[in-house]
């Protein structure tokens, strides 16, 4: 077992010869079926136990429970899918232009961001009247 830390956390790398020797939930390797998880589950003591409100949700689906919870447009935010980036309020458009080398080379020495700082330039150009 080899314990590090990465980031402000402690993580534990353990060999193939380790992993084989750890206790085993019953009926690890196995199908189990809800209860026997349930039970398994419970059983473990690094498992917080359920709160008393499990029960009220029994046998409802997921909107129905988020609806008792927060108003209709809520539950419609929570549970309709966003993909990609959120929509900009000054969207990008993506075009080809030619600038002389020295020029990109002086702006990409400026590190992370020379793109950003062009597009200032240009602006206060433009505010210039140039």
Request: aromatic share 6%; proline share 9%; hydrophobic share 35%.
């Amino acid at each position: 077992m080899r314990r590090y830390h990465e980031n402000g956390r402690e993580f534990t790398v353990y060999s193939p010869e380790e992993l084989a020797e750890l206790p085993r939930l019953p009926g690890a390797g196995r199908e189990m079926s809800d209860a026997e998880i349930t039970a398994a589950a419970l059983s473990d003591p690094d498992t917080p136990p359920p709160s008393g409100d499990g029960a009220r949700f029994a046998g409802k689906s997921g909107r129905e429970a988020l609806a008792e919870l927060f108003p209709p447009e809520t539950v419609d935010a929570l549970l309709t899918p966003r993909r990609g980036r959120p929509r900009s309020e000054r969207p990008k458009i993506q075009f080809t232009a030619r600038f002389d080398a020295d020029i990109v080379e002086h702006f990409r020495k400026t590190g992370k961001g020379w793109q950003v700082r062009m597009e200032d330039t240009l602006r206060k150009a433009i505010r210039m009247g140039l």
